[in-house]
């Protein structure tokens, strides 16, 4: 199969492409449509999102939420915030469980999300527990 991606580009500026046997775990369906909000006021402190930036789609967490953005706290815990003001470029988190063959809402470890101290340790609980039961095919 070769696969074409959208939004990664060659150095020379064609679509970048891959070659990838058919049972490949690359190869997976589409994310849940439900993936965007349509306004930057929808999302949470504590929602797990991606923002795109730098040509890279970065993992993280919901720190701040305004009527004209959203700041993020990159997962990798490097200090880097990164501040959504295009719904276009933020969309909630999911990652492909390859054991279950579904989309599922993106749940960085506890100490990462605790670290940021976004929430309350109840909160937290009740936010991870509500990601947990979130399953899309």
């Known amino acids: ?17 891959e070659v990838h046997p058919a049972n490949s775990p690359h190869l ?14 929808l999302y949470k402190a504590g929602d797990t999102v ?3 930036e730098e040509d890279i ?7 701040r939420v305004s009527l004209s953005a959203v700041n993020v706290c ?19 988190g999911y990652a492909w469980d390859h054991g279950m063959g579904v989309w599922r809402r993106y749940i ?8 940021l101290r976004v929430l309350r340790k109840e909160q937290l609980d ?5 990601h947990s039961l979130l399953l899309y095919l």
Not at 28 to 41: D, F, N, T
Not at 57 to 63: A, E, I, L, Y
Not at 126 to 130: R, V
């Open 1 to 17: 199969m070769l696969l074409e991606y959208i939004e990664f580009l060659t150095e020379t500026g064609e679509k970048l492409t």
């Open 28 to 41: 997976r369906p589409p994310v849940p449509r439900q993936k965007y909000l349509e306004q930057l006021s």
């Open 50 to 52: 991606e923002v795109y």
């Open 57 to 63: 789609w970065w993992q993280g967490v919901v720190t």
């Open 74 to 92: 990159r997962a990798e815990l490097d200090g880097v915030v990164l501040v959504a003001s295009n719904p276009a470029f933020i969309r909630l």
């Open 108 to 115: 960085p470890p506890r100490q990462i999300i605790s670290r």
């Open 126 to 130: 009740a936010k991870l527990q509500e």
